[in-house]
């Protein structure tokens, strides 16, 4: 495993910036998870890092040593692609050997390699179908397998999991994570979904337009976020927003509760609201209202656990509140956090 560095590392296509000087730091044996709407940049930064694209300025660094002009497979790493990118006309065996036998090793370290990963992903019994006779699940694991079978010093993952079904992609989410604490191998990981990104991520990086707004760990981006964009990118249902005269207001819908929630000594925030619905979850409730005076009038969502007592119907006017250090406060001209400027 190493260390993978991306240093003012910027792309251009046609004179717009889609990756734009960014900085970032991959630990040896991190799992860092590149997240952020479609058309961010993400997929491009990890092609750089790979070196399927080349930087329009900045040096990619693997291990310390830079190689931006150096080509992909002497860089020993190991990608995966949403489409998986299996041989259709190979069984699932040539397609996870073939790697190792364009490298030239030798037939029995093939065969043991091959052993090894299959037995790591449960797939020895597919090692003679071909791909057009697997499950997505099972594409998605004999793609895993032949990235981990050239031993690569890092993994670069780009939405490997977006073809599975809802069902699906929860295991294989778990199957990932522990692949990768097995193996301790340093890894980056791209998805446009921030669940997948809080579930898997030892550290996120969260993207828009081309920069990088936050790294931290999900517990950091989720609690303390940088900017309004963080703020309401990461979550669901996402903080609501509210504008006032000098400011975006910022509030968790499970931090909106009742007031009866709180102990009668607490104190708390005053934030009545008329409910428009109430969505049932199962094991959570979403209330959708219209906050009143003393607050402008905004649309939020209310996030309460099926457990606490509570009933409304629409039109009906019920006192909710927050806890002071709950609020979050953004720039009305940037988005950034205010407590973070001062």
């Known amino acids: 495993m190493a260390t993978v560095e991306a240093r003012r590392i910027s792309k251009r296509f046609d004179g717009r910036a889609v990756v734009d000087d960014i900085d970032l730091a991959v630990r040896e044996g991190e799992f860092l998870v590149l997240v952020g709407p479609s058309g961010c940049g993400k997929t491009t930064l990890l092609r750089m890092l790979a ?3 080349t930087p329009t300025a900045g040096d990619v660094l693997i291990g310390g040593r830079v190689v ?3 080509p992909p497979r002497a860089r020993n790493i190991a990608m995966v692609f949403q489409s998986y990118a299996l041989y259709p006309h190979l069984t699932v065996e040539k397609n996870i050997s073939f790697p190792l036998r364009a490298a030239g090793l030798a037939r ?3 065969a043991a390699r091959v ?5 790591m992903f449960s797939i020895g019994e597919l090692l003679n179908r071909k791909p057009r006779q697997l499950s ?3 594409r998605q694991r004999v793609a895993l397998a032949r990235a981990v079978v050239r031993e690569p010093v890092a ?4 939405e490997p999991l977006s073809n599975l079904d809802a069902k699906l992609r929860t295991s294989a989410r778990d199957e990932l994570q522990q692949f990768q604490r097995r193996l301790g191998t340093t890894t980056i990981y791209v998805t446009h979904d921030q669940v997948e990104a809080m579930g898997l991520g030892d550290r996120i990086a969260v993207l828009e337009a081309g920069t990088v707004h936050q790294i931290g760990t999900p517990a950091e981006v989720y609690d303390d976020p940088h900017d309004a964009f963080v703020a309401t990118f990461i979550g669901s249902p996402p903080m609501n927003l509210i504008r006032t005269e000098r400011e975006f207001v910022g509030v968790r819908p499970e931090q909106l509760l009742p007031r009866a929630a709180y102990g009668a000594g607490e104190e708390t925030l005053p934030f009545p609201l008329v409910v428009h619905r109430v969505e049932n979850l199962g094991a959570d409730r979403l209330v959708y209202g219209e906050l ?16 606490l007592p509570f009933s409304a119907a629409a039109g009906e006017r019920h006192d909710f509140a927050v806890r002071p250090r709950e ?3 953004f720039a009305l001209a940037d988005g950034r956090r205010i407590e973070a400027m001062q």
């Open 51 to 53: 070196g399927l694209e």
């Open 68 to 70: 931006t002009q150096v």
């Open 108 to 110: 029995t370290e093939i």
């Open 115 to 119: 052993e090894r990963a299959a037995q």
């Open 136 to 138: 997505g699940g099972e």
């Open 155 to 158: 993994f670069l993952l780009d």
């Open 292 to 307: 009143q005076a003393p607050h402008p009038q905004a649309r939020v969502i209310a996030r309460l656990p099926s457990l």
């Open 327 to 329: 609020v979050k406060r």
